[in-house]
């Protein structure tokens, strides 16, 4: 069964726009592609800081995180090659339009009446 945010877009706002700008060929329409969600940690405050991180990515998400390694030495920052700095999730198609009406509906508004 296909998102309810997604069934919206395809059945409303893709003739709605069609319509207004005028396009000839459906492909011309803007769509979503895809959404990443990204996580950056410093692991060198906390031994499990990364694990932590990537469960918390994973039940946001509901996808496994890839854990992001760094790709330069940087002295200044403690930093070495190959040391876990963060982790990132990419979504698409019906696991995007989930987590965008998920995020639309029930996570951004209340921050919204939380922020003064």
Known sequence: MKARLYNKYVNE???ALKEKHKFANVHQIPRMVKIVVNMGVSASLEKNAI???AKDLALITGRKPVISKSRH???NF???LGQPIGCRVTLRRDAMYEFFDRLVAA???RLAA???
């Open 107 to 109: 996570a951004l508004p």
């Open 51 to 53: 694990e932590d991180a």
């Open 73 to 75: 030495n940087i002295a």
């Open 13 to 15: 706002v893709v003739p």
């Open 78 to 80: 403690k930093l070495r």
């Open 114 to 116: 939380a922020s003064p």
